[in-house]
């Protein structure tokens, strides 16, 4: 699950959030919810194989066992006290344990048949991905966002890449985590090779403006190019590239006191954005 998450995200070191059981011995009458959460720290970096990986994630574990006791809350407190950071959580991740009613009860005769509950309303991480290995004979998943932050296609893709990841890392403990690819071979050529073929015919004997003064006729009020919340058309970009044409011209033959000949290298100094174009 993180392994993929770090695939999709492209970051190295990732933090989740992991919800224990912190009843104590002799409360298990006492009606409360004694959770807290741990943080688990997946650093990529500093490992080469998923068996690795694994190895880290255990020592972690139980080194956190001699802290867990001291709440999120307190964490976050010291994080704010300590470090100047104004936070209200560190986790945007979340990785839990539980019972996801995937069995049935039998009572007096009586047959109990689990009712599957949408978890999606009110959900604590952005992403989570809950699994349950106690209700059946198999481990199950549920996988849950929030709506308003990811599209259904992009997560989507997400699980079929996490299914795919699951039954690599059975297949191969020793697959190596920096080359470990969540697209398919379709997709990575797509993205590689086909998304990339911009080799076009075009006239030889006309230059890049004279083929640009074109399309200004043929499309004046087409989109030509888009950088951010940018847009300009064709029309505009000409526009506004003479009338850099002529400032150029105008304060060069302030500072030189002759006209501008052709082929005369003129510097531009200036920010990424749509203005080179223009220039």
């Not at 006791?69 to 994080?79: E, M, N």
């Not at 952005?126 to 699994?131: H, Q």
């Not at 297949?171 to 086909?194: A, F, G, P, T």
Request: a negative charge; charged letters at 25%.
């Amino acid at each position: 699950y993180g392994l993929v998450l770090s695939k999709y995200c492209n970051q190295g070191k990732l933090l989740l959030s992991y919800p224990i059981n912190m009843r104590p011995k002799g409360f298990n009458e006492v009606t409360g919810c004694f959770v807290n959460n741990v943080p688990l720290k997946l650093d990529f970096t500093t490992v080469d194989t998923f068996e690795e990986l694994l190895i880290l994630l255990r020592d972690q574990r139980k080194e956190a066992k001699l802290y867990q006791g001291y709440s999120l809350t307190d964490i976050i407190q010291d994080q704010r006290e300590n470090n100047g950071r104004e936070i209200s959580s560190f986790f945007n991740v979340g990785f839990t344990q539980t019972s996801l009613n995937t069995t049935s009860l039998k009572l007096n005769d009586l047959d109990v048949l689990p009712v599957d509950i949408s978890w999606n309303e009110k959900i604590v991480n952005e992403i989570g991905l809950l699994y349950d290995e106690y209700s059946s004979e198999v481990i199950r998943f549920r996988f849950e966002y929030r709506t308003a932050l990811f599209d259904n296609s992009l997560i989507q893709g997400f699980v079929n890449s996490f299914k795919e990841a699951v039954d690599d890392l059975i297949n191969s403990s020793e697959l190596l985590i920096k080359d470990y690819s969540v697209l398919k071979h379709d997709e990575h050529n797509q993205i590689i090779y086909r998304w990339n073929d911009t080799n076009r015919d075009y006239p030889r004997n006309k230059t890049i403006c004279q083929l640009f003064l074109e399309q200004v006729d043929k499309t004046p009020y087409d989109i030509a190019v888009v950088c951010n919340d940018q847009k300009l058309t064709y029309k505009e970009i000409n526009e506004k590239s003479n009338q850099l044409a002529r400032c150029i011209r105008k304060h060069f033959k302030e500072k030189k006191g002759d006209e501008l000949t052709p082929d005369t290298l003129i510097p531009l100094f200036m920010d990424r954005g749509i203005e080179v174009l223009i220039g």
